[in-house]
C-alpha cells in the first residue's frame, strides 16, 4: 500500500522539530490549539471588529462536536494591519488560520528564510504557514489541518469571501466523473474541469500498481471541497485517495453506510464497503477508491479475507 506520509509536495506529519511558536510571536501570544474563550480574549485587543460564528452542525474536516470561526477586522499585528483574519476552532482548539490584506507582509515580511514554492503558493515548512501571495493571503495550519491541504480552502466567513456559510455537495458517492479503471486520456480533462486546480505527478515506482498521479484540489465530496489523489497504472485509473480530517470520521462513516449499506469489514485501521471498493482509513484520516480487480487482491493479499 502507500507510504503513510501523506502531505505531498509541501507537508510531512513527521518532519522533526516542527514549531508552533511564530503563532504566538504574529498574534501577541495567541497559540494554535489554545481554546476559544482564551484566545478570543487575545484577539480583542488588536481587532477594530470582531464577529463569533459558532456553526450549529460542524463540517470543518478537524471539528467532531463543535466548529467556531472568530472573524477579525483590521487586526494589528507587530508588522503591520491585516484587513481581514478568521480563526477556526475546531472541538474548542484553535485548529486554522487565514488571513487576508497586507497578509503575506504582515506574516512573512519579516522572514529571513525562502518559502518553497508550488503552484502559486509558498510554503514555510518549519511554521506551517502558506501563502498565496498573487492574491495576499495566508494560511497558519496545525499538522491536522495540513493533511488535507486545507490552505487550498478559502474560508467563507472571511468578509472578502462574502462572510457566510457555504453548502457542498454533502453525499459520500463515488462521483459519477471519477471512472475507476478509465483512461487516463478521457478522464484528465473530466478531473480538471471539476477540480479548483490540478497538478501531475510522475510516481517513484514503490507503488508497483502506478506510475502517474493526478492531484485534483477542490472536489467537492461528503460535505467539503476535498483533495482526490487519482493514481493511474498503465494509464488506468485504479486508486483514488480523497484526503479527510479525523474529526469527521463519524460524519463520513455515516454517509458511506447511507451510499453503499452496512460495513462489510472492520479492523483497528479500516473499514469497507461495496464489495472492497471502497475503504474508510481510520488510522490517517482519508477514504481510498480501488478497481474491483484491486478491491480483490486487497482483500486477500492484505487483509487476509477469502
Known amino acids: 500500500m502507500r507510504s503513510l506520509l501523506l502531505l505531498g509536495v ?6 522533526p522539530g516542527m514549531s508552533y511558536a511564530q503563532t504566538e510571536k504574529l498574534f501577541h501570544g495567541l497559540e494554535l490549539y489554545e481554546s476559544l474563550a482564551s484566545g478570543k480574549a487575545k484577539m480583542e485587543p488588536y481587532a477594530q471588529q470582531i464577529k463569533l460564528i459558532e456553526v450549529e452542525s460542524p463540517g470543518f474536516p478537524l471539528s467532531k462536536s463543535s466548529e467556531a ?4 477586522q483590521n487586526y494589528q499585528t507587530q508588522s503591520g494591519t491585516i484587513a481581514e483574519v478568521v480563526f477556526t476552532f475546531a472541538d474548542d482548539k484553535l485548529s486554522y488560520i487565514q488571513a487576508y490584506g497586507n497578509a503575506v507582509e504582515a506574516l512573512t515580511g519579516h522572514r529571513k528564510d525562502t518559502a518553497q514554492t508550488y503552484m502559486g503558493y509558498g510554503a514555510y515548512w518549519k511554521d506551517y504557514i502558506v501563502t498565496k501571495p498573487a492574491e495576499d493571503k495566508v494560511w497558519i495550519l496545525t499538522p491536522e489541518a495540513a493533511h488535507p491541504n ?19 455537495e454533502t453525499s459520500a458517492k463515488v462521483p459519477e466523473f471519477v471512472k475507476m479503471g478509465g483512461k487516463l486520456e478521457d478522464l484528465q480533462p473530466v478531473l480538471e474541469k471539476a477540480s479548483m486546480f490540478t497538478n501531475t505527478m510522475k510516481l517513484d515506482g ?4 502506478a506510475q502517474l498521479q493526478l492531484d485534483c484540489f477542490g472536489i467537492e465530496y461528503a460535505g467539503f471541497p476535498r483533495k482526490f489523489e487519482a493514481r493511474f497504472g498503465d494509464e488506468q485509473l485504479n486508486v483514488v485517495w480523497i484526503l479527510t480530517g479525523k474529526g469527521e470520521e463519524d460524519r463520513i462513516r455515516q454517509k458511506l453506510i447511507e451510499a453503499y449499506g452496512e460495513i462489510i469489514f472492520k ?5 469497507v464497503f461495496d464489495n472492497w471498493q471502497v475503504l474508510l482509513r481510520k488510522d490517517k ?15 486477500k493479499e492484505y487483509f487476509k479475507q477469502q
Open 206 to 209: 514503490s507503488d508497483p500498481n
Open 10 to 15: 509541501l507537508f510531512c506529519l513527521s518532519i
Open 150 to 168: 486545507l490552505f487550498t480552502w478559502d474560508n467563507p466567513y472571511l468578509p472578502s469571501n462574502g462572510g457566510q456559510p457555504k453548502t457542498y
Open 267 to 271: 479492523n483497528e485501521a479500516w473499514e
Open 69 to 72: 470561526h472568530v472573524v477579525c
Open 285 to 299: 484520516p482519508e477514504v481510498l477508491l480501488l478497481t474491483p480487480e484491486l478491491g480483490e487482491f486487497y482483500k
